[in-house]
């Protein structure tokens, strides 16, 4: 590879970090607190829900607001729970904070990659939550900070976000970084839109239904110090 990259932006959940886990213990935590039995039923629904209406963000049809309340109200009126979706939504996030466990490998790679490249995290997430998680991380200290689309008001793929990521990066030319990221919909599609190459981490070996071309695909994330 002949392209000369200084900079490398990562997504966040199920990129870096073990979403699935922080998720798990998240719910199993308030659920516990609120006096509530959690099903196996209760949440794969949650989190096909919670999955749906992240996507309806993408595509700007909900705001954020929407996303912090809405899944829980879904699920208690599917499943005839008598809560206070917001009440319980506040305890969710206050849980969720704390789950900074990373995938397999990812410290090793992002130290390999450290002394080479810059590095600054992009996530379509809730602020106090992404927030919290990047501080307590023990990534914290290979990056250079993260960006947040609650915060900056724009949302992967739309690209002003990648627009604003460049500047917070002190605007190097765009053929200076590489997106990494797991999500074609949002870090792909951003990227492509945006002008900027990317990385696909296709860790589930999906196939990629739509005319989207990453610069590069992988496997997994060790793959990233091979390719770069």
């Known amino acids: 590879m002949n392209k000369c990259y200084k900079w490398i932006f990562f997504d966040a959940d199920d990129t870096l970090f073990d979403f699935g886990s922080a998720e798990d213990f998240a719910l199993e935590q308030v659920f516990k607190s609120f006096d509530l039995v959690l099903s196996d039923e209760i949440r ?6 919670s999955r749906s209406l992240f996507s309806q963000l993408e ?10 309340v809405k899944r829980f109200e879904i699920l208690f009126s599917k499943f005839g729970i ?11 996030l206050v849980k969720l904070a704390q789950g900074s466990k990373l995938l397999p490998c990812v410290e ?7 002394k080479k490249y810059k590095m600054l995290i992009i996530t379509n997430g809730i602020s106090e939550v992404q927030t919290k998680r990047f501080e307590s991380s023990t990534l914290r200290k290979y990056f250079e900070g993260i960006v947040i689309s609650e ?9 002003r ?30 990227g492509i839109n945006s002008g900027i190459d990317t990385c696909w981490l296709n860790s589930k070996l999906e196939s990629n239904p739509v005319t989207l071309k ?13 390719l770069l």
């Open 44 to 49: 794969r629904d949650y989190k096909e829900i």
């Open 108 to 114: 090793s790679v992002i130290k390999g990659l450290y």
């Open 151 to 159: 915060s900056i008001g724009y949302f992967k793929p739309d690209q």
């Open 214 to 226: 990453p610069t590069y695909e992988i496997y997994s994330i060790e793959q990233l110090l091979g």
């Open 161 to 190: 976000f990648f627009d604003h990521a460049i500047k917070i990066a002190g605007s190097p030319e765009k053929r200076e970084v590489l997106i990494v990221g797991d999500s074609l919909s949002s870090d792909i599609a951003g």
């Open 59 to 68: 595509q700007k049809m909900i705001s954020i607001a929407d996303v912090r």
């Open 82 to 92: 008598e809560k206070d979706a917001r009440k319980v939504s506040e305890d969710y």
